[in-house]
C-alpha cells in the first residue's frame, strides 16, 4: 500500500475509534444509505432523550444564559453535544478531530469554577464551539486534508483558540476540509469527502464544509471556519445556514495553518457558522469585545460599533455577474425576496457586474502564482497525488515578483474604482446570490466567482438563507438559455431540478469594507421584511 494511503487509513481508524462506544449509532437506528436528509435523525431516532433534544434546540445566548445562573451544567450541554457530533460524523463524515474526553473535563472545571466564584469565567462560559481544521490546537492535528500533515500535532494554539478558551468556550471537535481548503467541495485524500445533511447526494460545499454539515445537522450551535474566495459562504449557502465573512483584520487570524502559507495577496479570514443570525451577531460582538488587537498583531482596533435598524434601505441588485447565471431556484428566490423588499418600501437599483470578471481573473492568478509549489511540497513527503480538483495547481507555472507586483497594482485599482461607484451610487449594501447554487451534486460545484469577488475587494458579507426552497415544479431549466460563458453552459447543462428540490435557497448580502455590524443589521432587516410578507399571505 503507498505510504499516503496507509496513513489516510490509520488516521481514518483512530478518528472512529475516539468515538466513545456508547455514542456509535446502533445498527437497527442507522438511516438507510437511501435516505437522503439526515437532519431528523436526532428528533425521530428515539436515540436522543427529550432532555437532550431541548439542549440541542436551544440558541446559545440561551444556552449561555441557562450556564450563567448554573439551572444547566457545561458537562451535561457538553456531552450532548459531543454525543450529536458522534451521530453526526457517522452520517454525514463531518469531523477531522474528536477529543470529547478533553472537552467534558474542561466542562467540570468550568462547572466547578461556577460553583466556587458565583461567576462564570467569560462571555462563552460553558458553550461547545466547533473549529475548522486549520484552526491550531495543542496535541492535535491540523492536517488541512494532507497525509503528510497526520500524526504532526500542532505545539501552539491559534489565537482564535486562546481567545475562546479565555472566554470560557469548550473546544470539542475540529471539521473536516478539502485538500489546501482550496477546494469548494469539502473531499480529500486523508479523510474522504463530507456529505450534506440535508441531502447526502449533495455537497456541504468547501472549505468549510465539515462545519456547515455539523451545524446543519444540529451537532454545533456556533462553529468557526475561514474564507479566503468564498469558503464561509458557500458551504453555509450549501447547508441553508448563516455565516459572516468579514473584512481582513476584524477578527484574529494569527497562527492559523493554510494550506498556502504566506500567500497574502488576498487575505484568509476567519468568521462565524450558525443556525440564526442571533448566533452570528452574539460570536462577532463578544469576540471583538475580547480586543483580540491586543495578542493579533494584524487585527485592527475597532471596538463593536452597534448599528441602528434603518427602516428604509437602498439596495442594489446584481442578478447575475456576467458570467454565471444563477440556477432556475436561486434566480427565483431572488427575484421573490427583491419584490417582498420593494414591497415593504426599501429602495432597489440594478447593480452592474463591472469589474467582476477583472476580479475573478485576479483571484485565479494569485492562488496559483507560486506554481502550485505550495501543495506540491505538502503532497510530496507521502507521494500523495494530485485530487483532480487541483490541477489547477499541478498545471501551474511559477510568475516573478515582478510580475504579482503588477497583480498588486491591478488590484488596488480595481478596488478604488468599485468603492468610487458604490459611493456615486449611495446604497447601503448589494443584494446577490451567495453561489450559482441552491446545492449541488458532489463533484459539480464548479464556480466561486460571486464570493470570490468580494474577498478581492475584502468586503464585509453575509450569506444567509432567504426563506425560499428549490421546488422541481416551479424550478425547470432556464428555457432557452442563453449562456454567459463557456463554464455558465456547463453549470446550467449539469443543473437537476429534481436533485435539488426542497434545499434551501441562500443569498449574499454585501456592505463596504469592515462595515460588519452594518450587514448584519441589513441582514435582520431583510429577514424581518420576509417574515412580515409571509405573514400577511398566511
Known sequence: MDSWKSIAKSKQEALKAAIPSEWIIPAHLLPSEHQTDVTSFPRQSGWFT????????????RILAHLETGSWTSEEVTKVFCKAAAAAHQLTNCLSEIFFDEAIAQAKQLDEHLKKTGKPKGPFHGLPISL????NIIGKD??????SLVNDPATYNSTLTDLLLEAG???YV??????????AETVNNVLGRTVNPRNRKLTSG????????LIAFGASRIGVGTDIGGSLRIPAACTGIFTLRPSFGRFPNFQTRSGLAGQEAVNS???PMASTLEEITLYSKTVIDQEPWINDPKCLPIPWRPAEPKHRLKLAVMWNDGIVTPTPPVARALQETVNRLRQAGHQIIDWAPTGHHEARQLLQRKFVADGGKSVRELLAPTGEPFREEMRDYEKATEIGVHAMWQIHLERNTLQKEYLQRWNASGIDGILCPTTPYSSVEHGKFAYVGYTGVFNVLDYSAVSFPCGVKARKELDASHPSHQALSDIDDRIQKDYNASAVDGMPVSLQL??????????LMMTGVILQAMSAERKAKL
Open 269 to 271: 479570514v476567519n468568521g
Open 510 to 519: 454585501v456592505a463596504r469594507r469592515l462595515e460588519e455590524e452594518k450587514v
Open 206 to 213: 468547501g472549505s468549510s464544509g465539515g462545519e456547515s454539515a
Open 132 to 135: 475548522k481544521d486549520n484552526f
Open 174 to 183: 475540529k471539521t473536516n476540509v478539502p485538500t489546501a481548503m482550496m477546494i
Open 50 to 61: 427529550d432532555r437532550e433534544l431541548e439542549i440541542l434546540s436551544t440558541s446559545a445566548p
Open 142 to 147: 491540523s492536517c488541512v486534508g494532507f497525509t
Open 169 to 171: 468556550a469548550v473546544l
